[in-house]
């Protein structure tokens, strides 16, 4: 399985374009006709007509036929078997996935790893809780064969865990497809950064489905080509149409030609060339020109043990240390740690000649493949590609410090760098900011046929990074609050959760967001902290905020200041606006209060006329706090009419208008804190936030039909009044 897999993107393979072509040009050869013959033949004939074109790498023809054989027999296990197999060939991870899990239905004995290959599928698919129940069945299903498979599933079980994990926490970077100026419908590869102005790539340059004829091999052999970024325009990357790169004789008309990397000192030119051979293998050698006399020598094919056992492919030529290294993959016996490994040789300063080539060495090769190294001399790194570490679906892009032969910390660059698709060809630019290209088959690839058949070359545009942290404090004490879950949501209402233990928590914040930051523990009330990354610009250096929320005890009596009503109206004057705003964000920001809001009036007319206008005014606050968000549910609007007057009306039988005007009062009351609604999700519990969501609504439910304990009759007086902080 390995072997067939990695030609579907390795190097300059292209074998979705091989694939396609070859699939092609067995329609035009029938399905041009009136009548295709194939179809007529009977069921056996038609079968290994199929099988042939299976057998020769013609998997999308192939499916055609399967299809109308499983039309006749809709339960047979091996043509239900191979569609998987070429589904899984042209990487439509979807209906891989579906044959995979019904061959195995209909006949687990017969194809005993079908289930593990479907776990595998539904992995590349990112469906991650589906993936790991598979690969469990699997192990749980073959309690004592397979161990190597077994192990395998452990592996890619912990690669699932890893990458929901990653989705959460995001690397501060964006991937943006490289556009139709680079990228077609076929595959593209081995992006190199000619400074900052242009890029080298690979690719046929073809975006429909092209015809194999040996006669015509120019249409769709892949070949250099290059494309300059444009200039005076807003977006950023933005690249002008490809032209072919002709600076030097490495094209070939009938070989594909990709892989290329300057020596650091730029005088010689690494690529690859790939040989069409029998049935529709490639084989891969490469190859070096040098500039002589003002013009690039013809390209040779490199021997010392480089070229010649196996197929050799993606040079790139660094600077580790005070040595000049080529690193290659392949796919050679001799002291091969299984698949393609990462070698490396040694350049001779004297001679310029090529010591014998070294395995890289178990601290980076696996037993399955490592492919597109490339090693940054400024950090002395090595970047490479591979399915045999832990990873988030087929092939990962890794970093490892050290080099040439020993390397340490072995990292998964993360997410949305790695995806559930495969993730290949990782380099950075030569200057600047540590911006980078990589290749992938991720969904918003431009397709030819399922939206993950193919290879595209995709901008990596690295972030500052952004960060808020704080403490939170008891404003009385002003000592830590532990155990507070910190709440950060942006304008969206996206939400992050910071569960602190200790008082202190810190954040990740990307460009273009307003954040809002507030504390959550039960019987405290929360300020809140406001951060904003509006204009912050992607060029502008790494920075960290720092800010502090202050928790109180919640006491149950407070009122909020002009809060203010006309002479014997409801409507709210608008002075009390920016009051009721910050009542507004005092609800948002504790969500588990509910409150009583109470109105009063002045002694002028009779207490009926008062209790009347006095609710009126209490609602009219209630409604103002509904439309601006607060669930109409948290608040019960009460009017007291002239009761608890807080200053006189009347001073030694005079009118005192001061006095009416503080009357004519809104009050709040806190009469519940409910514990299931305070925290919306808290990272150290089990359960992912929609589970604990719902868990909270059954909480929520069951203490909806308890007793409610708090007072809902008329307020303490005996409590002096305490004012709402002012944020």
């Not at 579907?8 to 329609?27: G, H, M, P, S």
């Given at each position: 399985?390995?072997?067939?897999?990695?030609?579907?993107?390795?190097?300059?393979?292209?074998?979705?374009?091989?694939?396609?072509?070859?699939?092609?040009?067995?329609?035009?050869?029938?399905?041009?006709?009136?009548?295709d013959p194939v179809e007529k033949l009977p069921y056996y004939k038609k079968l290994r007509w199929a099988d042939g074109l299976f057998r020769a790498g013609s998997y999308f023809n192939a499916i055609d036929y399967y299809q109308q054989l499983k039309q006749e027999q809709e339960r047979n296990v091996y043509l239900t078997y191979q569609l998987a197999e070429c589904?899984?060939?042209?990487?439509?991870?979807?209906?891989?996935?579906?044959?995979?899990?019904?061959?195995?239905?209909?006949?687990?004995?017969?194809?005993?790893?079908?289930?593990?290959?479907?776990?595998?599928?539904?992995?590349?698919?990112?469906?991650?809780?589906?993936?790991?129940?598979?690969?469990?069945?699997?192990?749980?299903?073959?309690?004592?064969?397979?161990?190597?498979?077994?192990?395998?599933?452990?592996?890619?079980?912990?690669?699932?865990?890893?990458?929901?994990?990653?989705?959460?926490?995001?690397?501060?970077?964006?991937?943006?497809?490289?556009?139709?100026?680079?990228?077609?419908?076929?595959?593209?590869?081995?992006?190199?950064?000619?400074?900052?102005?242009?890029?080298?790539?690979?690719?046929?340059?073809?975006?429909?489905?092209?015809?194999?004829?040996?006669?015509?091999?120019?249409?769709?052999?892949?070949?250099?080509?290059?494309?300059?970024?444009?200039?005076?325009?807003?977006?950023?990357?933005?690249?002008?149409?490809?032209?072919?790169?002709?600076?030097?004789?490495?094209?070939?008309?009938?070989?594909?030609?990709?892989?290329?990397?300057?020596?650091?000192?730029?005088?010689?030119?690494?690529?690859?060339?790939?040989?069409?051979?029998?049935?529709?293998?490639?084989?891969?050698?490469?190859?070096?020109?040098?500039?002589?006399?003002?013009?690039?020598?013809?390209?040779?094919?490199?021997?010392?043990?480089?070229?010649?056992?196996?197929?050799?492919?993606?040079?790139?030529?660094?600077?580790?240390?005070?040595?000049?290294?080529?690193?290659?993959?392949?796919?050679?016996?001799?002291?091969?740690?299984?698949?393609?490994?990462?070698?490396?040789?040694?350049?001779?300063?004297?001679?310029?000649?090529?010591?014998?080539?070294?395995?890289?060495?178990?601290?980076?090769?696996?037993?399955?493949?490592?492919?597109?190294?490339?090693?940054?001399?400024?950090?002395?790194?090595?970047?490479?590609?591979?399915?045999?570490?832990?990873?988030?679906?087929?092939?990962?892009?890794?970093?490892?410090?050290?080099?040439?032969?020993?390397?340490?910390?072995?990292?998964?660059?993360?997410?949305?760098?790695?995806?559930?698709?495969?993730?290949?060809?990782?380099?950075?630019?030569?200057?600047?900011?540590?911006?980078?290209?990589?290749?992938?088959?991720?969904?918003?690839?431009?397709?030819?046929?399922?939206?993950?058949?193919?290879?595209?070359?995709?901008?990596?545009?690295?972030?500052?990074?952004?960060?808020?942290?704080?403490?939170?404090?008891?404003?009385?004490?002003?000592?830590?609050?532990?155990?507070?879950?910190?709440?950060?949501?942006?304008?969206?209402?996206?939400?992050?959760?910071?569960?602190?233990?200790?008082?202190?928590?810190?954040?990740?914040?990307?460009?273009?967001?307003?954040?809002?930051?507030?504390?959550?523990?039960?019987?405290?009330?929360?300020?809140?902290?406001?951060?904003?990354?509006?204009?912050?610009?992607?060029?502008?250096?790494?920075?960290?905020?720092?800010?502090?929320?202050?928790?109180?005890?919640?006491?149950?009596?407070?009122?909020?200041?002009?809060?203010?009503?006309?002479?014997?109206?409801?409507?709210?004057?608008?002075?009390?606006?920016?009051?009721?705003?910050?009542?507004?964000?005092?609800?948002?920001?504790?969500?588990?209060?509910?409150?009583?809001?109470?109105?009063?009036?002045?002694?002028?007319?009779?207490?009926?006329?008062?209790?009347?206008?006095?609710?009126?005014?209490?609602?009219?606050?209630?409604?103002?706090?509904?439309?601006?968000?607060?669930?109409?549910?948290?608040?019960?609007?009460?009017?007291?009419?002239?009761?608890?007057?807080?200053?006189?009306?009347?001073?030694?039988?005079?009118?005192?208008?001061?006095?009416?005007?503080?009357?004519?009062?809104?009050?709040?009351?806190?009469?519940?804190?409910?514990?299931?609604?305070?925290?919306?999700?808290?990272?150290?519990?089990?359960?992912?936030?929609?589970?604990?969501?719902?868990?909270?609504?059954?909480?929520?439910?069951?203490?909806?039909?308890?007793?409610?304990?708090?007072?809902?009759?008329?307020?303490?007086?005996?409590?002096?009044?305490?004012?709402?902080?002012?944020?």
């Open positions: 399985m390995r072997k067939n897999w990695l030609f579907l993107f390795l190097a300059i393979i292209l074998v979705t374009v091989q694939y396609n072509a070859n699939a092609q040009a067995q329609k035009e050869k029938y399905r041009n006709k009136a009548n589904y899984l060939m042209t990487r439509d991870y979807v209906p891989a996935a579906q044959y995979y899990q019904e061959a195995y239905t209909y006949d687990s004995k017969l194809y005993p790893e079908a289930i593990f290959k479907a776990a595998l599928m539904l992995k590349q698919q990112g469906e991650y809780q589906s993936a790991i129940a598979t690969f469990n069945k699997f192990i749980a299903d073959n309690p004592k064969t397979y161990k190597k498979l077994k192990k395998r599933s452990l592996r890619e079980i912990e690669g699932c865990n890893m990458a929901m994990n990653s989705i959460k926490d995001p690397q501060a970077v964006n991937v943006v497809n490289a556009g139709p100026n680079v990228n077609s419908a076929y595959t593209e590869l081995s992006p190199y950064p000619l400074g900052d102005t242009a890029l080298l790539f690979s690719s046929m340059r073809q975006n429909s489905e092209v015809e194999v004829d040996k006669r015509r091999r120019d249409e769709y052999m892949a070949r250099f080509m290059v494309s300059r970024k444009q200039t005076h325009v807003t977006e950023v990357d933005s690249f002008q149409w490809p032209l072919t790169f002709v600076d030097g004789n490495f094209n070939k008309s009938n070989a594909h030609t990709g892989n290329g990397s300057y020596s650091p000192g730029g005088d010689r030119f690494y690529f690859t060339r790939c040989a069409e051979q029998d049935s529709m293998k490639v084989m891969c050698n490469i190859y070096v020109s040098k500039f002589e006399g003002a013009k690039w020598s013809e390209p040779e094919l490199l021997g010392e043990g480089i070229n010649g056992d196996g197929s050799n492919t993606q040079p790139f030529c660094a600077k580790v240390g005070k040595k000049e290294v080529l690193f290659f993959s392949s796919n050679r016996t001799l002291q091969s740690r299984g698949g393609y490994d990462i070698w490396y040789s040694i350049i001779d300063p004297r001679n310029g000649t090529y010591r014998r080539p070294q395995n890289a060495g178990k601290q980076i090769n696996t037993d399955l493949d490592e492919i597109t190294p490339y090693y940054d001399s400024r950090v002395s790194k090595l970047y490479f590609s591979s399915n045999g570490w832990v990873s988030f679906g087929g092939f990962d892009i890794y970093s490892a410090d050290g080099g040439p032969s020993r390397y340490r910390n072995v990292q998964n660059l993360g997410y949305p760098i790695n995806t559930c698709a495969d993730e290949l060809y990782y380099i950075k630019d030569p200057v600047g900011k540590p911006d980078a290209y990589l290749v992938s088959n991720r969904i918003g690839s431009i397709a030819l046929k399922n939206p993950t058949c193919c290879d595209d070359i995709w901008r990596i545009q690295y972030e500052p990074k952004l960060m808020v942290t704080g403490k939170v404090v008891n404003r009385k004490s002003q000592q830590p609050v532990e155990g507070t879950v910190v709440k950060m949501v942006d304008q969206k209402g996206d939400l992050q959760t910071f569960n602190s233990t200790d008082g202190t928590f810190g954040f990740n914040m990307s460009r273009g967001h307003s954040y809002v930051i507030t504390g959550d523990k039960q019987g405290y009330s929360s300020t809140r902290a406001s951060v904003s990354t509006m204009e912050i610009k992607r060029s502008d250096p790494d920075d960290t905020v720092t800010v502090t929320i202050y928790m109180d005890s919640i006491v149950h009596d407070f009122h909020v200041d002009n809060v203010y009503y006309d002479y014997n109206k409801s409507d709210l004057r608008p002075e009390s606006t920016p009051s009721l705003d910050s009542l507004v964000n005092f609800m948002k920001d504790n969500g588990s209060l509910t409150v009583e809001i109470y109105s009063y009036c002045d002694s002028k007319g009779n207490d009926k006329y008062n209790d009347e206008l006095s609710q009126k005014r209490a609602q009219s606050v209630l409604d103002y706090l509904d439309k601006n968000g607060i669930d109409k549910g948290r608040m019960i609007a009460k009017g007291f009419g002239k009761k608890f007057a807080v200053a006189p009306n009347e001073v030694k039988g005079k009118d005192n208008p001061q006095g009416r005007q503080l009357n004519r009062r809104t009050e709040f009351r806190i009469v519940t804190d409910v514990p299931a609604r305070r925290i919306i999700f808290n990272s150290s519990k089990p359960g992912t936030m929609d589970q604990q969501e719902r868990n909270l609504l059954i909480n929520q439910n069951v203490n909806d039909d308890e007793p409610d304990g708090g007072d809902k009759g008329e307020p303490d007086l005996a409590k002096p009044g305490n004012r709402v902080n002012k944020q």
